[in-house]
């Protein structure tokens, strides 16, 4: 009963720091996702960035799209049940445990967050389908031990684990904490386990330099770093990349069913093996 007391009190702490005149990155990209959790700060912001580089109107749909894509090769091809998904932001229809449950219902997922509006939305909205298990950690992406701490509470770590950083690592600037992130989070699941991410780009889209700067200059305290293919690439040294390798987000493996898009949409993507 302490502990649920102080965990509480600790929520109410972190919620009472929560900024409706200042723009939030989950609530920026909800924003920009279509959603309802967001205030004229992150709007604004949202326009501003929207402005300096017309291409992130279409990082949503490619996005969604790409997201539908790995979860269900996850799943269907490679056999994977278990998700660990790190930094998932504001809770959207097409989240990990409604795509990865319908079609496997016992699927177990851990989100990972630390933004306390990202975890309350969570907590009162996002639920397990039955045979299966959703549940929530509450930490930071440069702490890995505290991550698989959190999630051993809901995953087998005896079995595999997907891994998935979804744009989380263009938030770890320093290019050796963001492979150390991923070589430790890799480290702590067994064999036959898969990661999964995206990442916002450097050599895609000139304009989205800007936009980055735009970014930093508003959200000091969440800067973000554009990465090109090499660098994603070097993220996941001593892992089996899934053909095609790390590929513009929206030409790995490409579906018929997939959005028409106007602009190139600045994101890698790519799904890799532990061998």
């Not at 269900?72 to 278990?82: K, S």
């Not at 990865?100 to 909205?125: G, K």
């Not at 996002?126 to 509450?138: F, M, R």
Request: with cysteine.
């Amino acid at each position: 009963m302490a502990e649920d007391w102080m965990q509480d009190a600790t929520r109410r702490a972190k919620a009472a720091l929560i900024s409706t005149t200042e723009p939030n990155a989950a609530r920026v990209a909800d924003f920009l996702y279509g959603g309802q959790s967001n205030f004229e700060a992150d709007r604004k912001a949202a326009r501003t960035l929207a402005a300096a580089a017309p291409s992130i109107v279409d990082i949503a749909p490619a996005v969604r799209a790409f997201q539908r894509r790995a979860l269900t090769f996850l799943v269907a091809e490679a056999g994977v049940t278990q998700f660990l998904d790190i930094g998932f932001g504001l809770p959207l229809v097409g989240a990990t445990h409604n795509v990865t449950q319908s079609l496997a219902p016992e699927s177990r997922i851990a989100y990972v967050d630390n933004d306390p509006m990202v975890l309350s939305h969570a907590r009162a909205l996002l639920k397990s389908a039955p045979g299966g298990a959703v549940g929530y950690v509450d930490a930071d992406v440069r702490d890995p031990g505290s991550i698989i701490a959190g999630a051993q509470q809901i995953l087998d770590f005896s079995r595999p684990v997907a891994v998935l950083l979804l744009f989380t690592l263009a938030y770890v600037q320093d290019p050796a904490q963001a492979a150390m992130v991923v070589s430790l989070l890799m480290s702590s699941v067994p064999p036959g386990s898969c990661f999964a991410m995206y990442h916002l780009t450097s050599d895609l889209d000139p304009a989205l330099a800007e936009a980055a700067r735009q970014w930093n200059k508003m959200m000091p305290l969440q800067p973000i770093t554009l990465r090109s293919r090499a660098e994603v690439a070097d993220l996941m040294t001593g892992l089996e990349t899934v053909p095609p390798g790390v590929a513009p987000i929206t030409e790995w493996r490409a579906a018929p069913d997939d959005p028409h898009l106007e602009h190139t949409v600045p994101i890698y993507a790519a799904i890799a093996r532990k061998p």
